[in-house]
């Protein structure tokens, strides 16, 4: 199975490739967001590890049923051949309805087939109140034509 945009990466492939990691992520479906992981992936997600495939579709499925009403941007910071950074942000309530915004950064390195080989995340979050919320989309994929992350100034 192979996963394009495939390695070496331009700029606009590396564009490409966030922008589909950021729809799948989007979509809260663990089961078909892992499939963009090779089998032995290792992940590194602030303090929690994981190292496959199945360890990171479970670490999904934890998160999102967590984090609920969970929206991503995710922005081109850097890439070469095959890999890429992006810093992000996402926005969430937990069954409490307190908000939070999380704001991140992301190292990713691919295998020649596409899939995600490593992932590493550095995440802080902080509680916002629902009025201060950027991100008002409905649930799924960001539109085409909806501000990316450096129009917020985050």
């Not at 963009?36 to 929690?48: F, G, L, P, S, V």
Request: one cysteine or more; hydrophobic letters at 35%; charged letters at 30%.
């Amino acid at each position: 199975m192979s996963r394009p945009p495939l390695p070496p990466f331009t700029r606009e492939t590396a564009i490409e490739k966030v922008r589909l990691a950021e729809d799948g992520w989007n979509s809260r479906d663990a089961a078909k967001v892992a499939l963009a992981y090779t089998t032995d992936t290792h992940w590194r997600n602030r303090a929690e590890f994981c190292n496959s495939r199945d360890e990171a579709q479970a670490f999904l499925t934890r998160k999102w049923n967590r984090e609920l009403e969970y929206r991503l941007i995710k922005e081109l910071w850097a890439f070469t051949d095959n890999r890429i950074a992006v810093r992000y942000a996402y926005e969430y309530r937990d069954d409490s309805g307190q908000w939070f915004r999380a704001y991140g950064n992301e190292n990713w390195e691919f295998a020649e087939d596409g899939l995600m080989r490593n992932r590493h995340a550095s995440i802080n979050e902080q509680p916002i109140s629902e009025a201060e919320r950027k991100f008002h989309w409905p649930l799924g994929r960001r539109p085409d034509g909806h501000p990316g992350l450096s129009a917020f100034g985050f």
